[in-house]
């Protein structure tokens, strides 16, 4: 079995890839929680312990949310690498304590989950692949020494060699996990547009893939990194408490930094990407919010984060884009896929969503197992997606 790691702003996931009886290449995400786990970190001073994800959401970290530590991407992308340094629950920890423990969490959980997908009752791990952003995947000094951080633990939780560990970009996992789904046509070169917008940060790059050998260069990038989901939370937020302000019922007691207002804001928006209309709680009264008001009231930040494209779409005028393809969790909003095809109508029968919440991780665990043979794509392109 091999594993594929997305470390992402908000929320982070493991995926599975190995070969069943037949020899198809299966990938699964491993997670109990659609878009992954929470990328949260805390100390509860109370039980000296450090806990992770979801659970600092609750107990400790619901009476003490200026504990939790948030957007450990974004501090390392500030940092531009490892040297910082955090407080939780009174206790310092650097930037590669951060990163070390939480990608051992994400690793236990993660072998615990796989067993159900075992064939022979075994979770060996035979290999794992982990994705960075692209500014941190460039050779420089600070991004080498996370890179070396990361295969280190890999390694040391999975009990395998630090070479048997690899660290791809996003945009190359995202254009594995696409190409899988056999949809992308194309020669033996194909030109993707891969637009990643997840909770905190907007990432958008021009890629040319080889689809035999897995292999893809990053011609060009751009984003936003301060733009994400986060956004459209607050936005949604404000929509939410004005329908309350009109009611003195609804608006009484309403905290709008409560962890637990925050998480039903996040349910609602994700509900909103399914549904035409969904229902929140506010104190004592219901309200009603619809997938158009939520779209009108976020429109201004669509087009920010559409904008990001221009220059990789104009980068491009000299040779034909194959797909855009969509990553991150933030992109299963239908109006991210609407509004690229209608600012780019001559591309809008090639911007595909498959899975953005999982598709990064997936394709790194595809990366992963690809290591191992060289005839492994035409397994892979023959699978039904799953």
């Given at each position: 079995m091999f594993f594929g790691i997305s470390f992402s702003d908000y929320h982070s996931l493991v995926a599975a890839a190995w070969k069943d009886e037949k020899g198809y290449v299966k990938a699964v995400p491993l997670t109990d929680i659609g878009r992954g786990e929470p990328t949260l970190i805390l100390y509860d001073r109370e039980k000296k312990r450090t806990v992770f994800g979801d659970e600092c959401r609750r107990g400790y970290g619901l009476m003490h949310p200026?504990?939790?530590?948030?957007?450990?991407?974004?501090m390392v992308r500030k940092a531009g690498g490892l040297d910082f340094e955090v407080?939780?629950?009174?206790?310092?920890?650097?930037?590669?304590?951060?990163?070390?423990?939480?990608?051992?969490h994400l690793?236990?959980?993660?072998?615990?989950?796989?067993?159900?997908?075992?064939?022979?009752?075994?979770?060996?791990?035979?290999?794992?692949?982990?994705?960075?952003?692209?500014?941190?995947h460039k050779d420089n000094i600070s991004s080498t020494r996370y890179r070396e951080v990361?295969?280190?633990?890999?390694?040391?939780?999975?009990?395998?060699?630090?070479?048997?560990?690899?660290?791809?970009?996003?945009?190359?996992a995202a254009a594995v996990s696409y190409m899988a789904s056999g949809s992308i046509e194309g020669g033996d070169r194909i030109r993707l547009v891969v637009f990643d917008m997840g909770g905190g940060t907007t990432d958008v790059a021009l890629v040319d893939f080889d689809p035999i050998h897995l292999e893809g260069d990053v011609i060009k990038t751009g984003g936003d990194p301060g733009l994400g989901g986060n956004?459209?939370?607050?936005?949604?937020?404000?929509?939410?408490?004005?329908?309350a302000e009109a009611n003195q019922k609804g608006k009484k007691g309403v905290n709008p930094d409560d962890p637990a207002f925050n998480k039903d804001i996040t349910d609602l928006k994700e509900g909103l990407s399914t549904r035409e209309k969904e229902y929140i709680k506010v104190g004592n009264e219901i309200?009603?919010?619809?997938?158009?008001?939520?779209?009108?009231?976020?429109?201004?930040?669509?087009?920010?984060?559409?904008g990001c494209m221009g220059d990789i779409v104009d980068k491009s005028a000299d040779r034909k884009i194959d797909a855009i393809i969509l990553t991150g969790g933030s992109c299963n909003m239908p109006q991210v896929q609407k509004g690229i095809s209608e600012?780019?109508?001559h591309l809008a029968d090639r911007v595909m969503t498959i899975s953005p919440s999982h598709a990064i991780a997936q394709g790194a665990a595809r990366y992963a197992l690809s290591l191992t043979s060289r005839n492994i794509w035409s397994m892979v392109i023959s699978e039904v997606y799953s």
């Open positions: 200026e504990d939790v530590i948030r957007n450990l991407k974004g407080q939780s629950g009174g206790v310092a920890f650097s930037g590669e304590d951060l990163l070390s423990m939480y990608i051992g690793l236990d959980d993660a072998r615990a989950k796989a067993m159900k997908y075992s064939i022979d009752g075994t979770t060996a791990i035979e290999g794992v692949t982990v994705t960075v952003p692209v500014a941190i990361l295969k280190k633990v890999v390694s040391q939780k999975m009990g395998v060699t630090e070479d048997s560990v690899t660290v791809i970009s996003e945009p190359i956004d459209w939370d607050e936005a949604l937020k404000r929509l939410v408490l004005a329908k309200y009603t919010v619809t997938r158009r008001e939520f779209e009108d009231a976020t429109a201004g930040l669509l087009e920010k984060a559409l600012k780019y109508p």
